[in-house]
């Protein structure tokens, strides 16, 4: 969000130009999956008081502070001396300050590592892979994700024997080619080749041989139309990803049957129709199937009814009306059910009113679902996330949902709910996210919600929330993502959000009206990750004050009077963390 005014909910695009950030991680605006989507594991320690450092965290800690530039770095020739334990953390924390290059990798030449996560890391290619490889047989996991290295580079991995787990996602530059190059990796139960154009159906056929394969991820493969057939050997496949690719028709779908073992199938946006699904009867493991923006209707529940581990369906984006919805009553295991962007009404809800007793997930996005057919969800107490957005829900409906006692995420963004219909959310305990993308929200509305006092995360993007409304965010002591964009908040009312010290996630976009004092509130709310404040009057004077949030790693200010300058010598003297920011 950020650099616009209003939000509609759609389908997540994975295109983005990105190179410096992760293309899995390039979602504008809303920036709540920084507090889980970092990968790289951190050394640093947090001792509680009477609790000893041990040898180990003392050593790594002691080594790393000698790091504080990149000339430092240099001056080691080789880390092989080391224990394993220790060469390996030098490496993930250099990786995750983005302190790694060339020459500094040459010293962990033969050090026996086990995991090199370099996925999106700037400047991977060829070169790097023959210190990559002198790992041998202690190798187990590399990631490579939107790296350089080519066809030529994979074949350095033939001496890693050992190897569990490649990702690959994104490499341009890898085609059928570079796959014979890992077909000896016999021991690979993890492969990832997301969005590479070169692979094709024939290439496929070196699959076959990695028999071991857990675990396959062809995501965005536009060339592996009729390829499926070498993979139906691997018969300890547990998950496949094939979604987003729109070759993939009823055809494909034949050779699925034979992976018996298969607990998780992927196949959104791809030409299955119902015929294609009726292939997938005999996969009795089967517990999650993803069939968003495929041509199935509800008759494919008739297909669906014989899984009987079938636990989380993903029809969004289907065919699906209320003719036929009546089958659902079959799919009695349920916990996990996505409808949103059907031409669903209320008459569907009531079939899943009796049967579907154990649905703790209920997705029902720009339905046709108004304030009677939440009736049939009255019962459903052992429902844990509700998303109701661009629904014609209002207040009326909510006091359906006031005894499901065990709602912790409910999405009421684009609904005609007001704040007198927040009222009926008061006996939510449970309640931990709450979205209220909504003009009409006003601060009576956020009045009325301080009994929840568990919500981690409050998203009142569009809300007419001024600086005496923020007086009431004092009670979410536990608030670990909030957004206020577009409403009127000015530096008197972001003083009260510097009360709330478990914040991760910020968003104040939109406001105009905030200055440099507003920076110098927030800037003892140290745990922040991600920082937005686009589009108001601050300067680059009021960067100074971001210097103390050390774990920041997302800054956007956006249409400020900021320089890209000043903001990459914030971080190069105070922000080491710092990974994506904008302007750049």
């Given at each position: ?56 965290e003392l050593c790594i800690k002691k080594i790393n502070e000698q790091f504080l530039f990149q000339q430092d770095i240099d001056r080691y020739n080789s880390f092989s001396m080391l224990p394993r334990d220790i060469s390996q953390q030098i490496f993930n924390k250099l990786v995750c300050s983005q302190r790694l290059t060339s020459v500094s990798l040459e010293a962990f030449r033969d050090c026996a590592l086990q995991d090199l996560d370099l996925g999106e890391y700037a400047g991977v290619n060829d070169s790097w892979m023959d210190v990559i490889s002198s790992q041998g047989s202690s190798l187990l996991s ?443």
């Amino acid at each position: 969000m950020g650099g616009a005014c209003s939000r509609k909910p759609e389908r997540d695009s994975e295109d983005s130009p990105c190179r410096g950030l992760s293309r899995r991680f390039c979602k504008s605006g809303s920036l709540k999956w920084w507090t889980s989507s970092f990968a790289y594991p951190s050394v640093d320690f947090h001792l509680r008081k009477g609790d000893c450092p041990s040898l180990l965290e003392l050593c790594i800690k002691k080594i790393n502070e000698q790091f504080l530039f990149q000339q430092d770095i240099d001056r080691y020739n080789s880390f092989s001396m080391l224990p394993r334990d220790i060469s390996q953390q030098i490496f993930n924390k250099l990786v995750c300050s983005q302190r790694l290059t060339s020459v500094s990798l040459e010293a962990f030449r033969d050090c026996a590592l086990q995991d090199l996560d370099l996925g999106e890391y700037a400047g991977v290619n060829d070169s790097w892979m023959d210190v990559i490889s002198s790992q041998g047989s202690s190798l187990l996991s590399v990631d490579l994700s939107g790296s350089d290295v080519t066809d030529f580079g994979l074949s350095y991995l033939k001496y890693c024997e050992n190897l569990l787990s490649l990702n690959l996602n994104y490499c341009d530059q890898i085609s059928d080619h570079g796959l014979e190059c890992i077909s000896g990796l016999s021991n690979l139960t993890s492969l990832s080749l997301r969005r590479n154009d070169s692979i094709s159906a024939q290439g496929m056929s070196i699959l076959s041989g990695l028999v071991n394969l857990v675990k396959l991820d062809l995501e965005r493969c536009p060339g592996i139309h009729g390829g499926l057939v070498h993979i139906q050997g691997l018969t300890k496949l547990q998950s496949l990803n094939i979604k987003w690719c729109n070759c993939i028709t009823d055809s494909d779908m034949k050779p699925l049957s034979e992976l018996v073992c298969l607990e998780s199938l992927e196949i959104s946006c791809s030409k299955v129709t119902n015929f294609g699904i009726s292939f997938l009867k005999g996969l009795q493991k089967l517990s999650l199937l993803n069939l968003e923006g495929c041509l199935v209707t509800a008759a494919c529940l008739d297909s669906l009814a014989d899984l009987p581990l079938l636990s989380n369906l993903n029809l969004n984006r289907c065919n699906i009306t209320d003719d036929g919805c009546e089958k659902f009553s079959r799919l009695e295991n349920l916990k996990v059910l996505n409808l949103g962007f059907n031409d669903i009404t209320d008459a569907c809800l009531a079939h899943l009113k009796a049967v579907l007793t154990k649905l703790e997930s209920l997705n029902l996005d720009s339905c046709r679902i108004g304030d009677e057919g939440l009736i049939n969800l009255a019962g459903h107490r052992q429902l844990k996330c509700l998303v109701l957005s661009d629904t014609e829900v209002g207040d009326t409906g909510l006091h359906h949902l006031s005894g499901l006692s065990g709602l912790e995420k409910i999405n009421l963004s684009f609904t005609v709910v007001s704040d007198s219909g927040l009222r009926k959310l008061c006996g939510l305990t449970s309640l931990k996210s709450l979205n209220l993308d909504a003009h009409q929200i006003t601060d009576a509305g956020l009045a009325a919600l301080t009994s929840l006092t568990g919500l981690t995360d409050l998203d009142l993007f569009g809300a007419r929330i001024t600086d005496y409304g923020t007086n009431y965010l004092r009670k979410f002591k536990n608030l670990r993502s909030l957004e206020i964009c577009g409403g009127g908040l000015t530096d008197a009312g972001v003083k009260n959000i510097r009360a709330l010290s478990c914040l991760m996630c910020l968003n104040l976009s939109q406001n105009c009206n905030l200055t440099d004092k507003s920076l110098e509130s927030i800037s003892g709310l140290t745990r922040l990750i991600s920082l937005n404040v686009s589009n108001s009057r601050i300067t680059n004077s009021g960067l100074q004050h971001l210097r103390t949030l050390k774990n920041l790693r997302s800054l956007t200010l956006e249409s400020c009077k900021v320089t890209a300058y000043d903001i990459k010598k914030l971080r190069s003297t105070h922000l080491p963390n710092l990974v994506s920011f904008r302007p750049e």
